[in-house]
């Protein structure tokens, strides 16, 4: 009786751990890195509530919360980096990419705002205010 009781607590835990192990094998192969090539380009910024969908955002006249942002190939942020550094209250100086998501990053090279994959060519980022941040992307380089 006492032979059964730790065999299946030894059993137990190495099914546990096993799970574990491979559970951290099968994440990071899905969490591939991005080149840097693969994301350069123009992509559009879209600053909105969560309360606003897709269709009501498009119906509405606010040039002020889109805008085109350029991911250059060296990792620098092109056209539309300040529109975006507005909208962190930050200037938006360069990007990464990141296993799951892109960052932006400050004056300092520190990252100031993270863009979470969705789906291919569409991320997003929730500020502080709860003002959500789409990054859609428009155009292949």
């Known amino acids: 009786m006492i032979h059964n009781a730790f065999t299946y607590k030894a059993t137990a ?7 574990m192990f491979l559970g951290e094998v099968a994440m990071a ?11 350069a380009g123009k992509w ?3 600053l909105n509530t969560a309360q606003d969908s897709p269709e009501s955002q ?3 006249d606010k ?3 889109v805008c085109s942002i350029e991911l250059k190939l060296n990792q620098t942020l092109g056209e539309g980096a300040d529109c975006l550094g507005a ?19 400050g004056k300092e090279g520190s990252r100031i705002v993270f863009f979470s994959r969705q789906r291919e060519g569409l991320y997003k980022s929730t500020l502080k205010s709860g003002l959500i ?8 380089k």
């Open 133 to 140: 941040i789409t990054l859609e992307r428009t155009a292949h």
């Open 87 to 105: 909208w962190l209250n930050e200037s938006a100086i360069g990007w990464f990419p990141e296993p799951d998501g892109i960052a932006v990053t």
């Open 44 to 46: 559009q910024a879209t």
């Open 63 to 65: 040039p002020s919360n």
């Open 29 to 39: 192969r899905s969490l591939k890195l991005a080149d840097p090539s693969e994301l």
């Open 13 to 19: 835990w190495l099914l546990a751990t096993l799970m």
């Open 58 to 60: 498009a119906l509405q």
